[in-house]
């Protein structure tokens, strides 16, 4: 498709259950970056891939989250043993490059989200 | 560290009137970018315009300018000639071009344009 695409758009789940939310990037986007977005907040960085790099972790709260980026292009973001504190809608974006050459190369295109509710 | 700043939690418009949507910043970082996004209901973040740290013009895309004060850190978002889906929720976002660092946004404010 012509924008970011994510799946499920909503999610219902039980306290405990793991999750897993998907994130597909706009064609030829190297950089994939995941947000949470808390009921009244802005947007919290979560995680952050660049083409084969590692990723950077640095905004994940707690090792129960996880993603990985399979083949540069989809993402998976994962939740285990989910907590009500994790209910957020879940933000993916994707921009060209990460850093480095023109400004407009780097602007995050983001998808509709996923509406994460964890009872 | 980074912070953006948004002190109007919700702003009120009268359709075709101008509004303008504060935003400050602080950064130690001498080379950075400012975002504004627009959030409707359906919950997707929409690119709306950008400002470089070293430009020297403010931005301005449509009905949309930014009015970039740099001494006092400050990047408002003005937009004319108010539309009803305008309505939305707007962030403020910056990022440092050191390294490969990430949009840090701020709270949001609400506009809602009335007929």
């Known amino acids: 498709g012509a924008g970011v695409s994510q799946s499920p758009s909503n999610k219902v789940t039980e306290k405990g259950k793991d999750v897993e939310l998907r994130c597909d990037p706009i064609?030829?986007?190297?950089?994939l970056y995941w947000y949470r977005q808390s009921l009244g907040q802005g947007l919290e960085f979560l995680i952050y891939?660049?083409?084969?790099?590692?990723?950077?972790k640095s905004g994940l709260p707690s090792d129960r989250f996880s993603a990985e980026r399979t083949g540069g292009s989809v993402s998976t973001l994962t939740i285990q043993r989910t907590q009500q504190e994790d209910s957020a809608v879940y933000l993916c974006?994707?921009?060209?490059?990460?850093?480095?050459?023109?400004?407009?190369?780097?602007?995050?295109?983001f998808g509709a989200g996923t509406r994460l509710s964890v009872l | 560290a980074q912070k953006i700043t948004q002190t109007q939690p919700g702003m009120f418009v009268q359709e075709k009137e101008a509004v303008t949507l504060d935003c400050t910043y602080d950064?130690?970082?001498?080379?950075?970018?400012l975002f504004w996004y627009k959030q409707p209901s359906s919950g997707e973040m929409i690119f709306l315009i950008y400002?470089?740290?070293?430009?020297?013009q403010n931005a301005t895309e449509g009905r949309y300018s930014l009015n970039f004060q740099k001494a006092r850190k400050s990047a408002n978002l003005v937009i004319s000639a108010s539309q009803l889906g305008d309505s939305a929720m707007y962030f403020c976002?910056?990022?440092?071009?050191?390294?490969?660092?990430?949009?840090?946004f701020g709270k949001g404010t609400m506009l809602l344009v009335s007929p």
């Open positions: 974006a994707s921009s060209l490059a990460a850093a480095g050459g023109r400004e407009s190369k780097n602007i995050q295109y």
């Open positions: 976002a910056m990022r440092v071009h050191s390294g490969y660092s990430t949009l840090t």
């Open positions: 891939f660049q083409g084969n790099s590692a990723p950077d």
């Open positions: 400002q470089g740290s070293y430009d020297q």
């Open positions: 064609s030829g986007h190297t950089a």
């Open positions: 950064t130690s970082d001498p080379s950075y970018g």
